[in-house]
Protein backbone atom coordinates (compact mmCIF):
# COMPACT_ATOMS: atom_id res chain seq x y z
CA UNK A 1 0.00 0.00 0.00
CA UNK A 2 1.04 3.33 -0.73
CA UNK A 3 -0.65 5.99 1.40
CA UNK A 4 -1.67 9.41 -0.25
CA UNK A 5 -3.45 12.70 0.36
CA UNK A 6 -5.95 14.23 -1.68
CA UNK A 7 -7.59 17.72 -1.77
CA UNK A 8 -10.69 18.60 -3.68
CA UNK A 9 -13.90 20.07 -3.47
CA UNK A 10 -16.38 18.78 -0.43
CA UNK A 11 -19.01 17.76 -3.04
CA UNK A 12 -16.54 15.65 -4.72
CA UNK A 13 -15.81 14.15 -1.42
CA UNK A 14 -19.33 13.32 -0.50
CA UNK A 15 -19.80 11.89 -4.29
CA UNK A 16 -16.98 9.66 -2.98
CA UNK A 17 -18.99 8.67 0.13
CA UNK A 18 -22.06 7.76 -1.90
CA UNK A 19 -20.45 6.08 -4.17
CA UNK A 20 -19.02 3.70 -1.73
CA UNK A 21 -22.33 3.46 -0.42
CA UNK A 22 -23.82 2.41 -3.66
CA UNK A 23 -21.48 -0.55 -4.01
CA UNK A 24 -21.84 -1.48 -0.50
CA UNK A 25 -25.80 -1.46 -1.59
CA UNK A 26 -25.05 -4.06 -3.99
CA UNK A 27 -22.79 -6.71 -1.29
CA UNK A 28 -19.28 -5.10 -2.23
CA UNK A 29 -17.03 -4.64 0.78
CA UNK A 30 -15.04 -1.63 0.25
CA UNK A 31 -13.47 1.46 1.34
CA UNK A 32 -12.82 4.83 -0.51
CA UNK A 33 -9.10 4.26 -0.56
CA UNK A 34 -10.27 1.23 -3.02
CA UNK A 35 -12.52 2.53 -4.80
CA UNK A 36 -10.10 5.40 -5.70
CA UNK A 37 -7.70 2.75 -6.77
CA UNK A 38 -10.26 0.93 -9.09
CA UNK A 39 -10.92 4.06 -10.63
CA UNK A 40 -8.13 5.19 -11.59
CA UNK A 41 -7.09 1.98 -12.88
CA UNK A 42 -10.30 1.95 -15.46
CA UNK A 43 -9.90 5.53 -16.40
CA UNK A 44 -8.91 6.39 -19.90
CA UNK A 45 -5.07 7.15 -20.98
CA UNK A 46 -5.97 8.67 -23.86
CA UNK A 47 -4.71 12.45 -23.10
CA UNK A 48 -7.16 13.85 -25.28
CA UNK A 49 -10.23 11.61 -22.85
CA UNK A 50 -8.43 12.64 -19.73
CA UNK A 51 -8.90 16.49 -20.61
CA UNK A 52 -12.49 16.16 -21.54
CA UNK A 53 -12.87 14.78 -18.46
CA UNK A 54 -11.27 17.44 -16.78
CA UNK A 55 -13.28 19.99 -18.48
CA UNK A 56 -15.70 18.37 -17.82
CA UNK A 57 -15.80 18.23 -13.74
CA UNK A 58 -14.58 21.93 -13.78
CA UNK A 59 -17.56 22.96 -15.60
CA UNK A 60 -19.40 20.99 -12.49
CA UNK A 61 -21.62 22.52 -9.89
CA UNK A 62 -22.12 21.20 -6.44
CA UNK A 63 -25.92 20.12 -7.59
CA UNK A 64 -24.29 18.15 -10.78
CA UNK A 65 -21.81 16.38 -8.50
CA UNK A 66 -24.31 15.07 -5.97
CA UNK A 67 -27.62 12.81 -6.52
CA UNK A 68 -31.14 14.87 -7.41
CA UNK A 69 -31.96 17.03 -3.75
CA UNK A 70 -35.55 18.44 -3.54
CA UNK A 71 -34.95 21.91 -5.08
CA UNK A 72 -37.29 23.51 -2.28
CA UNK A 73 -33.98 25.51 -1.48
CA UNK A 74 -30.62 26.52 -2.80
CA UNK A 75 -28.81 25.31 -0.23
CA UNK A 76 -27.11 21.95 -0.14
CA UNK A 77 -26.15 19.65 2.93
CA UNK A 78 -23.01 18.03 3.25
CA UNK A 79 -21.94 15.76 5.92
CA UNK A 80 -18.73 17.43 8.47
CA UNK A 81 -16.37 15.43 8.66
CA UNK A 82 -12.87 15.60 10.58
CA UNK A 83 -10.14 14.66 8.96
CA UNK A 84 -8.34 11.35 9.27
CA UNK A 85 -10.04 7.93 8.07
CA UNK A 86 -13.47 7.30 7.66
Known amino acids: ?????????????????????????????????????????????????LGNLLRGYRRMTVRDLLPPQPAVTNLIQLARHHPGRR
Not at 17 to 43: F, M, N
Open 1 to 49: MWPTSLTWRAPADARLDQLVGAAEDEGETTSRSELLAALVAAAPTSGLE
